[in-house]
């Protein structure tokens, strides 16, 4: 087992660069998603930790060692592929030992790791087929299974969950999780679902245009993210964003105020800050965070345009004078009607404030979430 | 009304014999041509096959008489086909060997790959005639390019063409000039392999050649299946390379079943005899073909194929 480092990672393919200078530290047995949208460069960030693509600049260390050089069989990583990458031709004894069998294991050794493997994985029965005649998720966990048996220092897996259905989907979430509390090795997740990162992993690294936006505990990156895509990224529905001018108060408070707000808000900061640009801000605040209030003590009005009923919430779209729509969610029986004229007000402690830039100023979180997030990410240093 | 009732269901039927006439219709060349340019000279040629047919005069009912000459009494019958085994021995593995290697050298992405491409299939474009006056320039004893090569390297070269030693062995390599149509069968299928299988290969420390022997060669099996019976298939009906290059000399060294054939019936004139020379041809690819498909369950592998009991229970 190992920790990985990455230093200043550059690659390109041709002209188009897809990862400009990532660094990052991942801790001895942790769990970390590698999460963006398609494009950002995460797959390709694992790749080129895997070895199957060669980096344009930057170093690369497992442990103690600088495998940047390293073909990919002598990294000591294993990885799973999106789409299984099971050797069709072998049943799945043979795809679990073809590996080992080449690089001179004995027999006896590759029986008793096949097996443990199986068992782990609960395919010791499934042995004797071939991929063609398994389920999607027995094809998994062959494709999890070859990684096992390499024992290797560092999993890699690249969107592992996609090619399955909804519900068979949350089961081999849990089961991953399980196997890498089981196995204590070092993994990493390449995924594109929200969901799967923050339920998975002890830290996330939001990647955006081939730049790491955020790494952090998944609650760090939901409480405090850093930037606008980070704010925008995670959470669902999406953050709500309203530009607003800013004036500073004193070191540690910002009034928020806009032509489309009545009266301001007071932006708390978690440090102290002596000025403020002069253009405009952002402020973000989560649409669960939206209060439907009274006229009076509102900061926007507007028209709901739908009402989206799912039962333990309702998603309340709303559409303000200005033009621009908002999203509310209220819980599920809340009696808001399409048509009706509804009053909002964005309570000052959950909302985020954006620089002009897009960088978000520290902001005062209440105690319970704070210990929550330091809970989180002391459980992810304990690992190490 | 009642007329009208029936008119309506005669109509109907009408066009539904259309309907159904349809598809046959747009076939019908094909189908026409295979009638007459294929099935019927079959048939014919096996019926002929039991006649002494000469072009002009009676032709005579003579039963298996023949084969019989043909298996008994007739030397040339198996020298020919020793001639015809022994270039399928050579023919056959080297344009399948070499068809697959010149499919995994030009499946590498390097630059130029499509100039390569063009330039191995090119031979498999160039009609027989221009090739077979290609290939005897080249050969040419005192004049042609390989031995003025050979010579450049310090060795004389032999008369390929007038040597029987080596004249065998020049036709194969003049045959092997058109593996393109292989070499693109395999590229094909080369392409179809996902590149996952590589590189989870890689990531586990599988060496090239065990990539190439465990997993190309396997996913490339039903390919290597077509290939193998083509090639048999047209190193048995080996003709005009020969015919045009040495004629079947020197010592009847190149002399070809399928030359043979061509003699007893356009030079003989004997057309009962040809025919059945033919079917005895016909039945020896047969018999190879079958061997090899009855193989192929052992060593080729098709991506669809699954028995309804080993199907996934879930």
Redesign the interface.
């Known amino acids: 087992m190992a920790g990985i480092d990455i230093k200043q990672l550059y690659k390109s393919f041709g002209k188009t660069e897809v990862l400009t200078g990532i660094d990052l530290s991942i801790r001895d047995g942790e769990f970390v998603s590698f999460l963006g949208p398609s494009g950002c460069g995460k797959t390709t960030l694992l790749r080129s930790i895997?070895g199957?693509e060669e980096i344009s600049g930057g170093s690369v260390r497992l442990g103690v060692r600088n495998i940047t050089q390293l073909?990919?069989?002598?990294r000591d990583?294993?990885?799973v592929?999106q789409?299984y990458?099971l050797?069709?031709?072998m049943n799945v004894y043979k795809n679990l030992s073809?590996?080992?069998s080449?690089?001179g294991v004995p027999k006896a050794e590759i029986e008793e790791r096949v097996q443990t493997a199986a068992r782990i994985l609960q395919i010791s029965d499934l042995l004797k087929?071939?991929p063609?005649?398994?389920?999607g998720g027995?094809r998994q966990r062959v494709a999890i299974g070859?990684a096992i048996v390499?024992d290797p220092k560092l999993f890699l897996l690249d969107e592992p969950l996609s090619n399955l259905d909804a519900g068979l989907r949350v089961n081999m979430r849990v089961e991953l999780a399980s196997l890498h509390r089981r196995l204590g090795v070092t993994m990493i997740y390449v995924t594109h679902d929200q969901v799967e990162a923050m339920t998975l992993s002890n830290r996330v690294v939001v990647l955006n245009k081939g730049v790491v936006a955020q790494f952090g505990t998944p609650l760090e990156l939901f409480y405090a993210p850093q930037n606008l895509f980070v704010a925008g990224f995670i959470g669902s529905p999406r953050m709500n964003l309203i530009k607003v001018n800013a004036n500073i108060i004193n070191e540690v408070s910002i009034a928020l105020t806009s032509e489309n707000l009545f009266g301001s808000i007071s932006f708390q900061l978690s440090a102290p800050t002596q000025q403020v640009p002069a253009q405009p801000h952002i402020i973000g605040i989560r649409p669960e965070n939206v209060r439907l209030v009274e006229e009076s003590g509102s900061h926007m009005s507007g028209n709901v345009e739908l009402v989206e009923r799912l039962g333990t919430e309702s998603q309340v779209h709303v559409r303000l004078g200005s033009g621009q729509g908002l999203t509310v969610v209220t819980r599920g029986t809340h009696p808001v009607n399409m048509g009706e004229r509804v009053h909002l007000r964005f309570p000052a402690e959950h909302c985020h404030l954006f620089n002009p830039e897009g960088k978000a100023y520290p902001r005062q979180l209440d105690g319970e979430t704070r210990s929550l997030i330091e809970r989180q990410e002391t459980a992810a240093l304990c690992i190490a | 009304m009642s007329t009208l009732v029936v008119q309506d269901d005669v109509a109907e039927e009408r066009h539904r014999f259309i309907e159904k006439l349809t598809p046959y219709l747009f076939i019908s060349p094909w189908i026409l041509g295979f009638l007459f340019f294929t099935l019927g000279p079959l048939i014919f040629s096996f019926v002929m096959g039991f006649y002494d047919w000469p072009v002009v005069g009676e032709r005579t009912f003579v039963g298996l008489q023949n084969y019989e000459v043909m298996l008994t009494e007739d030397p040339l019958f198996w020298d020919s086909l020793w001639v015809t085994v022994k270039f399928a021995l050579f023919f056959v593995p080297f344009n399948v060997v070499l068809g697959l290697l010149l499919a995994v050298l030009l499946n590498q992405k390097v630059i130029g790959t499509g100039v390569f491409r063009t330039i191995f299939y090119l031979p498999s474009v160039i009609s027989g005639v221009a090739l077979v006056t290609i290939w005897a320039w080249i050969y040419s004893h005192e004049y042609g390019i390989l031995n003025f090569l050979l010579g450049l390297a310090g060795i004389e070269g032999p008369n390929w063409l007038g040597d029987p030693n080596w004249s065998l062995l020049a036709i194969v390599i003049a045959s092997l000039w058109g593996l393109g149509g292989t070499m693109l069968i395999l590229l094909t299928g080369l392409q179809s392999i996902?590149k996952?299988?590589y590189?989870?290969?890689?990531?586990?420390?599988?060496?090239g050649w065990?990539r190439l022997v465990?997993?190309t060669i396997?996913?490339l099996s039903p390919m290597l299946l077509f290939t193998l019976i083509t090639s048999i298939i047209s190193a048995f009906q080996q003709l005009t390379i020969a015919l045009l290059l040495t004629k079947g000399g020197p010592l009847e060294s190149t002399y070809f079943f399928a030359m043979y054939v061509y003699d007893n019936a356009f030079m003989y004139f004997e057309m009962g005899f040809a025919a059945a020379n033919s079917w005895v041809m016909f039945l020896i690819i047969l018999i190879l073909s079958m061997l090899v498909l009855k193989s192929s369950s052992a060593w080729v592998?098709y991506?669809g194929?699954?028995n309804n009991s080993?199907?996934?229970d879930?």
């Not at chain 1, 073909?71 to 002598?74: I, R, S, T």
């Not at chain 1, 063609?132 to 389920?135: A, E, G, N, P, V």
């Not at chain 2, 590189?199 to 060496?207: D, K, L, Q, T």
């Open positions: 895997a199957l073909p990919p069989a002598k990583i294993a990885m592929f789409n990458a050797y069709p031709h073809f590996g080992l080449l690089n087929r071939r063609r005649q398994l389920s027995q070859r390499r | 996902p996952e299988l590189e989870a290969a890689r990531m586990s420390g599988v060496p065990a465990y997993i396997p996913m592998y991506e194929e699954m080993e199907a996934a879930d």
